[in-house]
């Protein structure tokens, strides 16, 4: 099969870009022979053959083309993968713990003497557990800086549809608010129908 369609190629379409150069060619010598009196008529349908006949094999060159840069296509993304693959291998062995020196010292390499090493420095870092938290000192909370009437009623005031369009439209267009994907751009776009709901 593999044989039969190399043979079909070269057969039929090894040649593009002269049969391409011959069809122009032709087409141009038509049309000069076309300016002449009297001889429009005879060469009309001459001229729309020639001119299906170069569509045509425009059209198996563009085809090659395509298959060529899809071919180039996956041997760059091939080379992509295999230089991402190394470069993931290349930062797992460099973010990998081989040993660890001890605080007297020593060193240790085995999985289970540095997750033990690891366990015991955050302990003593971090504390130890408690079963309960103190309560809160009432005299350090009326003590220390109060939030007066008029900032309380602040926190607690409405959030007007205005303010919230002037603080969309300060942000850039490029920027996400979640995980959904949709960006500030897509928000201001639609904020004839989102600012009404």
């Given at each position: 099969m593999k044989q039969a369609m190399k043979d079909l190629n070269n057969a039929k379409y090894s040649a593009v870009g002269e049969n391409i150069?011959?069809?122009?060619?032709?087409?141009?010598?038509?049309q000069k022979q076309m300016r002449e009196p009297g001889q429009v008529e005879d060469m009309v349908l001459e001229e729309n053959d020639t001119k299906v006949q170069l569509e045509k094999w425009l059209g198996v060159e563009e085809s090659i083309m395509k298959q060529k840069s899809r071919v180039q296509w996956l041997k760059l993304g091939d080379a992509n993968i295999t230089y991402f693959f190394a470069s993931t291998k290349n930062i797992y062995?460099?973010?990998?713990?081989?040993?660890?020196?001890?605080?007297?010292?020593?060193?240790?390499?085995?999985?289970?003497?540095?997750?033990?090493?690891?366990?015991?420095?955050?302990?003593?870092?971090?504390?130890s557990t408690t079963?309960?938290?103190?309560?809160?000192?009432?005299?350090?909370?009326r003590d220390g800086p109060l939030v007066n009437r008029q900032q309380q009623l602040q926190?607690?005031?409405?959030v007007y549809k205005e303010e919230i369009y002037q603080a969309l439209l300060g942000i850039s267009d490029n920027k996400a608010?979640?995980?959904?994907?949709?960006?500030?751009?897509?928000?201001?776009k639609a904020w004839l129908w989102l600012g009404t709901g």
């Open positions: 150069n011959q069809c122009r060619k032709k087409l141009c010598e038509l062995s460099q973010n990998k713990i081989k040993s660890l020196i001890m605080r007297n010292g020593e060193v240790v390499q085995t999985k289970q003497e540095i997750e033990e090493e690891v366990l015991g420095f955050y302990k003593q870092l971090l504390g079963e309960s938290l103190p309560a809160i000192n009432p005299v350090v909370m926190l607690v005031k409405g608010f979640g995980c959904d994907g949709f960006n500030a751009l897509f928000f201001k």
